[in-house]
C-alpha cells in the first residue's frame, strides 16, 4: 500500500500520476528513466516503501539512481532493503564488473571526489546540497543545469563501489538458500576488481572491511553511549523485507564452511590489493615494518633531531590510518578464524588458483585459494602488532629453512633473470620485516642437508634486492639482512665461496661493493675471534689468515685499463664511474688493512700487494682519475647537465684521495714502488 502522503500528492508529477495500477511495470520504469532527477528522490524514497512495486522495479532502478549519488542513497538503500534481494544482488555485481573494468579515473579528479563518500552516508541533506549533487547520467535520466549553466560532476568511481558495497552488506543477509555461497562466491568475485581501482581511498577500504564484517556474522558488544547535555533519539535500524523466494532449510555443515572460507579468501585478496596501493610516500614503503623493527632493536642507531619512523606513523594522519586501516584487515582475520599457520602453509606451497581469476563457482572449501601476497601482509600484520604494539599474537616460530626460504620463493622474483626487486616496496618491506624476525629469533642457525645451496638461494635473492630497490631504505634493509644471514652460516668456506661467486659474476657494480664490504666484516670478526682465543694451537680461520684475500685478490684488484680496453673516450668514462663505487670500497679495504699493524701482519700483506702488484693497480685508478678529471675540464666528456659535470669532478677527486691514502699506507709495509 503507498502512503497517505504519496497518495495526496501533486497528480502532476509524473512518477505519482504514472504508479501502477495506472501502468504497467514496465512503462513505469521507463518513465522514471526519463524523469528521475535528484528533486524527485525524496518523492521516489516515499514510493519505493510499497514492498510489492520495489519488488518488481527495485532491482533495475539501480543503474539509474548511481549517478545522483550522494542524494540518491537513501534510494539505494530502499532498494537493498524491500527489493527481490535476488535479482537485486545480480545487478549490484554486474555494475561492480563494469566499475572493475573501466579505466581507473584521473588521480587528481578521483582526490577531488574522496569526501563525497563521507556525504553518501549522510541521509538529512538539505534541499541545497541535494541540488549541488544533482549529477549527469547520459542513459536517459533527466538533468538540471545548476544556476551557472555548468552540469555538476557525476559521483566518483569510489563513491560508487561505496554505495553498492553498503547494499551488498544488506543484500546477502537477506537471501535465504539452501546454497547462499552461490550468490556470496558471484559477488565476491565482481568487487575485487573493482576495488583494486580504488583501493588507496580509505572511504573504499572501510566499505568492503565493513562489507567483510557484515557478512561475517560476528558481533561484538557496543560501546557505552556518551553523555550529553543534548537529549537525542536513537534512530532505529530500518527493516528489511523477507527473501519472497526464501528457503527455511538449515544450512549444511559444508556450506557454512564455504561461506566462511570465501570470506577469508576475500580478505586475503583485499589486504593485498590494500598494500599495494599505499604509495611510497618520502620513502615510507607501505607500513615500513622493516624501519620500526630496527628503530625498536637498536634505538642508539637512531640519528638525533631525525623524525623516526615510529613518529611519522604517529603525527601524520595519512601514515597514521594505514596502522588503523591494518588493525581492523587484523581483527577480522581473527573474527574469520585465519589461522598463521594456515597463512604459512599458503605463502610456501606451490601455485594454486587465484581469486582474481574467473573461476568456475566452488563446491567445497577445498576449492577456494587465499592469496599468497596477502597471507603475507596478514602474517606480517600478526608479526607487527605483537612486536611493535605488544598485542598478544599466536605466531608459529618461524624458520630460515623451510618458512623463510618458502616466503621468499613465493613473494620475490627469479634470481636467475635478475628480476628480484620489480616488486611492490610494501611486499618487500613486509617480506624483509619477517626476515630480520627470523635472524633475531635464531641466531644460531644449523641447516641440514644441503646447507649451501639453501644459503645461496637466500642470499641471492636479498643480495638482488639490495642492488635493484629504487627505495635506498629497503636496499639498506636488504643489505643489512643479506649481510646478518652470510655472517650466521656457520661454514667458512661456504661463505668464502658465496663471496667470489658474488665478486666473479656479478653484473652489479654495487653488489660487488657490498662483497667488499663483507669480507671486510668477516676479517674484523676473525681478528676479534683470535684476539680472544682461548687454545694458542687451534687453527686459524681463513679470513684470519691471507687465503681469503689470495683467493679473492683476481676478482678485487682487476686492472682498470683492461676493462676500458677499446672504448671512446665517452664510453671509458661511463665504464669508470660504473666501477667506482667498487673501486672506493676495495680502497678503503686496503686502506683499513695496510694501516693495521696487527692485521698487515697477520694477513701478510706484504706479500699479497707484491703478488696482486698493488702498486700498478693503484696507479693505474690515479691516473685514469687524472686524465678523466682533466677531460672534463677541457669539456671533452659530455656529462648531463652542470650539475652532473660538477658530480663528476668530485667522484674522480674523491677518488685521488682515497688512491693516495692507501699509497700511502702502503709505503708503511715497504711497496711504495709505482714504478713496478
Known amino acids: 500500500m503507498l502512503s497517505n502522503k504519496i497518495q495526496m500528492g501533486d497528480n502532476d508529477n509524473p512518477l505519482l500520476k504514472a504508479l501502477p495500477p495506472e501502468t504497467d511495470y514496465l512503462s513505469y520504469l521507463t518513465i522514471l528513466e526519463y524523469n528521475l532527477t535528484a528533486e524527485q528522490l525524496p518523492t521516489l524514497h516515499d514510493i519505493l516503501q510499497d514492498t510489492t512495486l520495489n519488488a518488481n522495479i527495485g532491482w533495475d532502478l539501480v543503474h539509474l539512481l548511481l549517478p545522483l549519488l550522494p542524494a540518491s542513497q537513501q534510494c539505494l538503500q530502499d ?11 545480480l545487478k549490484v555485481t554486474e555494475l561492480l564488473e563494469g566499475l572493475g573494468e573501466e579505466e581507473e579515473a584521473d588521480d587528481q579528479e578521483e582526490t577531488e571526489n574522496i569526501e563525497e563518500a563521507e556525504r553518501v552516508k549522510e541521509l538529512g541533506a538539505s534541499n541545497d546540497e541535494v541540488n549541488e549533487d544533482k549529477a549527469q547520467d547520459g542513459h536517459g535520466v533527466a538533468l538540471e543545469s545548476t544556476s551557472s549553466g555548468e552540469q555538476p560532476k557525476p559521483p566518483s568511481k569510489g563513491v560508487k563501489f561505496t554505495a553498492l558495497l553498503d547494499m551488498l552488506s544488506v543484500l546477502h543477509p537477506r537471501i535465504k538458500t539452501k546454497y547462499p555461497s552461490r ?13 583494486s581501482q580504488v583501493a588507496r581511498t580509505t572511504e573504499a577500504t572501510e566499505a568492503v572491511l565493513g562489507f567483510i564484517k557484515a557478512l561475517s556474522g560476528t558481533k561484538r558488544p557496543r560501546l557505552p553511549p556518551r553523555k550529553s547535555s543534548a537529549m537525542i533519539p536513537r534512530q532505529a535500524t530500518p527493516v528489511s523485507a523477507p527473501d519472497p523466494e526464501g528457503q527455511d532449510e538449515a544450512l549444511g555443515v559444508d556450506e557454512r564452511g564455504l561461506q566462511s572460507r570465501l570470506l577469508q579468501s576475500f580478505l586475503t585478496y583485499v589486504t593485498e590489493a590494500y598494500m599495494n596501493s599505499t604509495a611510497l610516500d618520502e620513502d615510507v614503503p607501505g607500513l615500513a615494518w622493516s624501519s620500526r623493527y630496527q628503530e625498536e632493536l637498536h634505538p642508539e642507531k637512531i640519528v638525533p633531531g631525525r623524525r623516526t619512523y615510529g613518529s611519522l606513523f604517529v603525527e601524520e594522519e595519512h601514515l597514521h590510518e594505514r596502522d588503523t586501516i591494518t588493525g581492523h584487515i587484523l581483527s577480522l ?3 574469520l578464524k585465519l589461522r598463521a599457520e594456515e597463512l604459512l602453509s599458503t605463502i610456501t606451497k606451490p601455485d594454486g588458483l587465484d581469486m582474481n581469476e574467473k573461476q568456475e563457482l566452488p563446491s567445497s572449501a577445498s576449492d577456494v585459494p587465499l592469496s599468497k601476497t596477502g597471507s603475507i601482509y596478514i602474517l606480517a600484520t600478526m608479526a607487527a602488532s605483537s612486536t611493535l604494539f605488544d598485542a598478544p599474537a599466536s605466531l608459529p616460530s618461524l624458520s630460515l629453512v623451510p618458512d623463510f626460504v ?10 636467475a633473470t635478475g628480476s628480484t626487486g620489480a616488486e611492490t616496496e610494501p ?10 624476525l627470523v635472524i633475531n629469533s635464531q641466531p644460531n642457525m644449523l641447516v641440514e642437508g644441503d646447507s649451501d645451496h639453501v644459503f645461496n638461494n637466500v642470499l641471492q635473492r636479498l643480495s638482488l634486492l639490495s642492488a635493484n630497490m629504487p627505495s635506498p631504505v629497503l636496499r639498506y634493509h636488504a ?10 652460516n656457520p661454514s667458512e668456506n661456504s661463505r668464502l665461496a658465496f663471496m667470489r661467486d658474488t665478486l666473479e659474476h656479478c653484473p652489479f657494480e654495487n653488489l660487488k661493493a657490498s662483497a667488499i664490504g663483507w669480507l671486510k666484516d668477516e676479517i674484523l670478526a676473525a681478528e676479534k675471534a683470535e684476539q680472544s ?4 694451537d687451534a687453527e686459524d680461520p681463513i679470513f684470519a689468515t691471507s687465503t681469503a684475500l689470495i683467493t679473492l685478490a683476481p676478482f678485487i684488484f682487476p686492472n682498470p685499463e683492461k676493462l676500458m680496453e677499446g672504448q671512446s673516450i665517452m664510453d671509458r668514462y661511463a665504464t669508470f664511474q660504473a666501477h667506482q663505487p667498487f673501486y672506493l670500497a676495495v680502497l678503503n679495504l686496503l686502506y683499513l688493512l695496510l694501516s693495521s699493524a696487527t692485521l698487515s701482519s697477520r694477513l701478510q700483506m706484504a706479500e699479497v700487494a707484491k703478488q696482486n702488484e698493488l702498486p700498478r693497480f693503484l696507479d693505474s685508478l690515479l691516473q685514469a682519475s687524472k686524465r678523466f678529471q682533466s677531460s672534463l675540464a677541457n669539456d671533452e666528456l659530455e656529462d648531463g647537465d652542470e650539475q652532473g659535470r660538477n658530480d663528476g669532478f668530485l667522484g674522480m677527486e674523491l677518488l685521488e684521495m682515497t688512491v693516495e691514502q692507501a699509497q700511502h699506507a702502503l709505503s708503511k709495509v715497504g711497496m711504495q714502488d709505482l714504478e713496478a
Open 79 to 89: 532498494v537493498a532493503r524491500l527489493g527481490n534481494p535476488r535479482e537485486v544482488v
Open 183 to 195: 550468490f556470496l562466491s558471484t559477488s565476491l568475485q565482481a568487487v575485487l576488481p573493482a576495488y
Open 333 to 335: 582475520s581473527r573474527d
Open 406 to 415: 618458502g616466503i621468499l620463493g613465493s613473494s620475490l622474483g627469479d634470481s
Open 427 to 436: 611486499l618487500i618491506d613486509a617480506v624483509l620485516f619477517l626476515g630480520f
Open 479 to 488: 643489505h643489512l639482512l643479506t649481510s646478518t644471514i652470510l655472517h650466521l
Open 533 to 536: 682465543k682461548k687454545e694458542p
